[in-house]
């Protein structure tokens, strides 16, 4: 009997960070990436190896990670993604299923990535969103965190942006776009670019802070592409605010990926905020 030629499967998956030792496989801990090869190993019937668009840390969040296995199962989107959920704890969902050509990569096809940055900019603290964004008691002015993003925009060396472990070839990246919009008492940090290197999105979020609490000045973010030393950033912020988006990939894949530039809104919608928008070189 002839053996069944192997297929790739791309998958969109969102996930809730909170209860996660991050993204990849570690020993005797919780994973995202554990809980899916488990998952979708059970509906293939063999063990299966998952790759990522985008690895996250502990306590990060996804609303479109994207993801590819190969299988020589066959099965329709339909059984891939229900059989999938099923066999998931409810922190970790598929959102579709598609089989790809095989040059896909979820990784080293993505064109962009996509992150957001969530702060709760309050005197206390709220029990809703304790692991939906990061609490800060200060006064946090966005108006120079405005005036300093644009400086981030276009392709730089990220060194002081990057984690002490990064273990990136290259620290240059092409940021595509940085943007700030305030929802009553929550500021929304979004960020866009080639690919990011590790800790890069919360530590331009910790140096953005920096600026609006008033401890730096705006002219700080220039002064660290300049110097291009980790050493001289800022505190790293923490994970529970980040978010991966989304990647973008070339459209001859056909995914059937979300946009959530007008649906982002009603995702949060756990209070009646008011909406204000600021877009920084969008």
Do not use: K
């Amino acid at each position: 009997m002839p053996v069944e030629a192997a297929i790739r499967i791309a998958m969109g998956i969102e996930y809730d960070g909170s209860a996660f030792h991050g993204w990849q496989i570690q020993d005797d801990q919780r994973t995202v990436q554990g809980q899916l090869e488990r998952a979708i190993g059970r509906v293939a019937d063999h063990p299966v190896r998952v790759h990522c668009a985008g690895r996250t840390d502990a306590g990060v969040h996804a609303l479109e990670q994207v993801i590819h296995f190969d299988t020589r199962t066959r099965r329709s989107e339909r059984s891939w993604i229900l059989g999938t959920n099923v066999n998931l704890p409810p922190d970790v969902n598929v959102l579709w299923a598609r089989p790809v050509n095989p040059e896909f990569h979820a990784r080293f096809c993505a064109t962009a990535r996509h992150y957001l940055y969530r702060i709760l900019a309050r005197p206390t603290r709220s029990s809703l969103l304790r692991d939906r964004a990061v609490w800060v008691h200060r006064t946090l002015d966005p108006d120079p965190m405005r005036q300093a993003g644009p400086d981030l925009v276009g392709e730089h060396d990220f060194s002081s942006f990057r984690a002490l472990g990064c273990q990136a070839r290259s620290p240059v990246r092409r940021v595509h776009y940085v943007g700030l919009e305030q929802r009553g008492e929550v500021l929304e940090l979004r960020i866009g670019a080639d690919g990011f290197l590790h800790h890069m999105v919360r530590n331009i979020a910790g140096v953005l802070m920096a600026i609006g609490y008033g401890d730096r000045p705006v002219s700080w973010v220039r002064e660290l592409l300049r110097v291009r030393d980790r050493r001289h950033g800022g505190v790293t912020a923490p994970p529970q605010g980040l978010y991966f988006l989304r990647a973008d990939y070339p459209e001859r894949f056909g995914l059937p990926q979300r946009e959530f530039q007008g649906a982002l809104h009603s995702w949060f919608d756990v209070c009646p905020w008011d909406t204000g928008r600021t877009v920084w070189n969008p």
